[in-house]
């Protein structure tokens, strides 16, 4: 027997820093004098910029040779051809602080498909020093305010397009000149270098003969530490490392003996300090995507493109002009957002690549604007706008309120989060709110995400939400986030709080909630409707006991997966019954139940209907609901007389 609870029609669910969707401020970097194509290379965490123009839009570095180098720093922009050599394919890489930037003159052979890197060091007075010994052939990537240089050794393959195949990580101190080679991760192959934290740990890759592996590798005080590969792909690089060991690079699929592989299949990855590594996905209706930079909060920057990767992997910005089907994409509070649409100032902008973040959140990249003469491709600089008060989330739990919490959540289960600015107004769901039989992902003006999935809702208020998980895994944690204002233009999304998960959350419902966990569970008599419990539990509402042999039925949240057939959120029409392994007991009397599942009409809204057994003591007996090996909390009781 299935019974509407007539109760929860009339009873609304009882029951980490703030931020926002953010915004940035560009700043054109401007152009060289008859050198108006321009792409910014790297970021200082003082905001200094570096890059180098070309002559004309469009063009490539591998194509068109011919360029200047540039140092944006305090609003100027400074050509750094004033002191170069007669090569001239100037490819500045990084800077720092102190305004000394590092990188390479390029000699390339179109004809053999050779690329030669003869590295340079652009002192603060401008005076350029030529690193000799082990530093010839070296492309410098990265570069610290303690003066320490992290790059590569270019030795392209005959049968690979991989361009570190055979070459060598390495680091450089400023001050001393000395040069270590770091040890290759790939025995035969070669190891390259391609960004460095403050205290000097490297981040790079390993790479086999011909680009046959590919391997994340962190290297401090020349002992190397591999990261794990990102499930589902063979290969992987880290392009940069924050303070903490946090990494950021590619994950990839990719065919070294050819130039273009168009089975090839890529994602930006993160490399987290617990061993793991997150998949961090592609803008919406894109192919690949690859993370260039991390910063010290973790926020990631990088390029989604609707294209495949090549060959030149997370080099592709830096070598290859602005182009449609790529744009740039930060991501932070574990989502990926378009940087298209964070600014507040850049009307005429396409942001196509973001090259590096640093810990002030200042974003460095390139892009092609709208000018009165033309489109141009400039270097541009993004600054966080100031955040305002936002939402933020201080905790989630189940929806039963139990003491102890029940802190994991389940597909199909309501939980309840607790914060502050989570909605601008309280409101409950309403019939009008129920479209085509589906519970509301935006009730007035508030979402509840995880990644980029929005769930269900029942309630909203400044202080708490109720809301109905969607599809889960059944182990791990999965990202929650509020989102204010949501679907305008002015959205407002709080921290993601990472939330255990499980394949059930078993929890039952409560006429009142006290502060022991011993609580009344809501229950009714199957026949009736009428509510059991102790007389006098609720002023105003009638309560009566349960005997030996009475029917209840008994309401819940979070039992877990049922022989329903229909989307989370929708209002079942039907009974659905549990398909895991459960059991039950009152008072520590095992039950067989004769239904578990979902009540029809609502949207995730369990029961379980039983009979009272025979030989209980009068008093408060306890409820406990096993599913899957995991019991509902202790303390819930059903009032039993004799």
Same mark, same amino acid.
């Given at each position: 027997?299935?019974?509407?609870?007539?109760?929860?029609?009339?009873?609304?669910?009882?029951?980490?820093? *703030?931020?926002?969707?953010?915004? *940035?401020?560009?700043?054109?970097?401007?152009?060289? $004098?008859?050198?108006?194509?321009?792409?910014?290379?790297?970021?200082?965490?003082?905001?200094?910029?570096?890059?180098?123009?070309?002559?004309?839009?469009?063009?490539?570095?591998?194509?068109? $040779?011919?360029?200047?180098?540039?140092?944006?720093?305090? @609003?100027?922009?400074? &050509?750094?051809?004033?002191?170069?050599?007669?090569?001239?394919?100037?490819?500045?890489?990084?800077?720092?602080?102190?305004?000394?930037?590092?990188?390479?003159?390029?000699?390339?052979?179109?004809?053999?498909?050779?690329?030669?890197?003869?590295?340079?060091?652009?002192?603060?007075?401008?005076?350029?020093?030529?690193?000799?010994?082990?530093?010839?052939?070296?492309?410098?990537?990265?570069?610290?305010?303690?003066?320490?240089?992290? /790059? %590569?050794?270019?030795?392209?393959?005959?049968?690979?397009?991989?361009?570190?195949?055979?070459?060598?990580?390495?680091?450089?101190?400023?001050?001393?000149?000395?040069? =270590?080679?770091? $040890?290759?991760?790939?025995?035969?192959?070669?190891?390259?270098?391609?960004?460095?934290? %403050?205290?000097?740990?490297?981040?790079?890759?390993?790479?086999? #003969?011909?680009?046959?592996?590919?391997?994340?590798?962190?290297?401090?005080?020349?002992?190397?530490?591999?990261?794990?590969?990102?499930?589902?792909?063979?290969?992987?690089?880290?392009? %940069?490392?924050?303070?903490?060991?946090?990494?950021?690079?590619?994950? !990839?699929?990719?065919? !070294?003996?050819?130039?273009?592989?168009?089975?090839?299949?890529?994602?930006?990855?993160?490399?987290?300090?617990?061993?793991?590594?997150?998949?961090?996905?592609?803008? =919406?209706?894109?192919?690949?995507?690859?993370?260039?930079?991390?910063?010290?909060?973790?926020?990631?920057?990088?390029?989604?493109?609707?294209?495949?990767?090549?060959?030149?992997? #997370?080099?592709?910005?830096?070598?290859?002009?602005?182009?449609?089907? +790529?744009?740039?994409?930060?991501?932070?509070?574990?989502?990926?957002?378009?940087?298209?649409?964070?600014?507040?100032?850049?009307? @005429?902008?396409?942001?196509?690549?973001?090259?590096?973040?640093?810990?002030?959140?200042?974003?460095?990249?390139?892009?092609?604007?709208?000018?009165?003469?033309?489109?141009?491709?400039?270097?541009?600089?993004?600054?966080?706008?100031?955040?305002?008060?936002?939402?933020?989330?201080?905790?989630?739990?189940?929806?039963?309120? %139990?003491? $102890?919490?029940?802190?994991?959540?389940?597909?199909?289960?309501?939980?309840?989060? *607790?914060?502050?600015?989570?909605?601008?107004?309280?409101?409950?769901?309403? #019939?009008?709110?129920?479209?085509?039989?589906?519970?509301?992902?935006?009730?007035?003006?508030?979402?509840?995400?995880?990644?980029?999935?929005?769930?269900?809702?029942?309630?909203?208020?400044? /202080?708490?939400?109720?809301?109905?998980?969607? &599809?889960?895994?059944?182990?791990?944690?999965?990202?929650?986030?509020?989102?204010?204002?949501? @679907?305008?233009?002015?959205?407002?999304?709080?921290?993601?709080?990472?939330?255990?998960?499980?394949?059930?959350?078993?929890?039952?419902?409560?006429?009142?909630?006290?502060?022991?966990?011993?609580?009344?569970?809501?229950?009714?008599?199957?026949?009736?409707?009428?509510?059991?419990?102790?007389?006098?539990?609720?002023?105003?509402?009638?309560?009566?006991?349960?005997?030996?042999?009475?029917?209840?039925?008994?309401?819940?949240?979070?039992?877990?997966?049922?022989?329903?057939?229909?989307?989370?959120?929708?209002?079942?029409?039907?009974?659905?019954?549990?398909?895991?392994?459960?059991?039950?007991?009152?008072?520590?009397?095992?039950?067989?139940?004769? +239904?578990?599942?979902?009540?029809?009409?609502?949207?995730?809204?369990?029961?379980?209907?039983?009979?009272?057994?025979?030989?209980?003591?009068?008093?408060?007996?306890?409820?406990?609901?096993?599913?899957?090996?995991?019991?509902?909390?202790?303390?819930?009781?059903?009032?039993?007389?004799?």
């Amino acid at each position: 027997m299935v019974v509407k609870p007539l109760f929860f029609a009339l009873v609304v669910l009882s029951a980490c820093a *703030f931020s926002q969707t953010p915004q *940035f401020t560009i700043q054109d970097l401007g152009a060289l $004098p008859n050198l108006p194509a321009c792409t910014a290379t790297g970021l200082s965490q003082s905001g200094n910029v570096t890059g180098y123009c070309l002559s004309s839009l469009g063009s490539s570095l591998l194509v068109n $040779p011919t360029t200047h180098g540039f140092l944006y720093s305090n @609003g100027v922009l400074t &050509d750094l051809n004033v002191n170069a050599l007669s090569t001239p394919t100037l490819l500045p890489m990084a800077v720092n602080d102190s305004g000394v930037v590092t990188g390479a003159y390029i000699s390339i052979n179109t004809v053999s498909a050779t690329l030669t890197a003869t590295p340079f060091i652009v002192q603060q007075n401008g005076s350029v020093t030529m690193p000799q010994g082990q530093m010839q052939g070296v492309l410098p990537f990265a570069l610290n305010n303690a003066g320490q240089l992290a /790059g %590569s050794v270019i030795r392209v393959g005959q049968r690979s397009r991989n361009l570190f195949i055979n070459g060598d990580a390495v680091l450089y101190t400023l001050a001393g000149g000395a040069t =270590s080679i770091l $040890p290759a991760a790939s025995a035969g192959g070669g190891a390259a270098a391609f960004g460095i934290n %403050s205290t000097g740990t490297v981040a790079g890759a390993g790479v086999g #003969q011909n680009g046959s592996a590919v391997i994340p590798v962190l290297w401090n005080n020349g002992k190397s530490q591999s990261l794990p590969l990102l499930a589902g792909y063979q290969q992987s690089l880290a392009t %940069s490392v924050n303070d903490s060991g946090t990494a950021a690079g590619a994950a !990839f699929d990719i065919n !070294f003996t050819q130039f273009t592989d168009p089975l090839n299949q890529g994602h930006a990855a993160l490399f987290n300090t617990d061993g793991s590594v997150t998949d961090l996905g592609v803008l =919406s209706g894109d192919r690949s995507s690859v993370a260039t930079g991390v910063n010290n909060s973790g926020s990631v920057v990088g390029f989604s493109s609707s294209k495949a990767l090549d060959f030149t992997v #997370q080099l592709y910005p830096i070598l290859n002009s602005a182009q449609s089907g +790529y744009r740039a994409f930060l991501y932070t509070s574990g989502k990926m957002y378009d940087l298209n649409r964070l600014q507040t100032n850049g009307t @005429g902008w396409t942001l196509t690549y973001a090259t590096a973040i640093n810990n002030n959140g200042q974003i460095a990249g390139t892009g092609i604007f709208q000018s009165p003469t033309g489109p141009e491709q400039h270097g541009f600089l993004l600054s966080p706008v100031t955040a305002v008060p936002g939402p933020s989330i201080t905790g989630i739990v189940g929806a039963g309120l %139990s003491v $102890p919490a029940v802190t994991s959540i389940s597909g199909n289960g309501l939980f309840s989060i *607790f914060g502050s600015l989570l909605a601008s107004t309280t409101t409950g769901v309403t #019939q009008a709110d129920i479209v085509n039989n589906q519970l509301p992902t935006n009730l007035g003006g508030t979402c509840v995400e995880s990644g980029t999935t929005k769930w269900g809702l029942f309630f909203v208020s400044a /202080g708490q939400i109720n809301a109905l998980a969607g &599809d889960v895994p059944s182990s791990g944690t999965v990202p929650v986030s509020v989102v204010t204002n949501c @679907g305008t233009a002015n959205e407002v999304t709080s921290p993601a709080m990472n939330v255990p998960v499980a394949a059930a959350s078993p929890e039952f419902l409560y006429f009142v909630a006290n502060a022991n966990g011993q609580n009344p569970v809501a229950a009714i008599q199957a026949l009736t409707g009428a509510f059991v419990g102790a007389p006098g539990l609720i002023a105003g509402a009638t309560f009566t006991p349960a005997h030996t042999g009475d029917i209840l039925t008994a309401f819940g949240v979070a039992f877990g997966a049922t022989t329903s057939t229909d989307p989370i959120g929708t209002l079942d029409t039907a009974a659905n019954t549990l398909t895991s392994s459960h059991s039950l007991t009152l008072g520590g009397v095992t039950i067989d139940p004769s +239904y578990v599942g979902l009540t029809p009409t609502f949207a995730g809204l369990y029961q379980v209907n039983f009979k009272v057994p025979s030989g209980l003591a009068a008093g408060n007996q306890p409820l406990v609901l096993t599913v899957n090996g995991t019991p509902s909390p202790s303390g819930p009781y059903i009032t039993v007389a004799n």
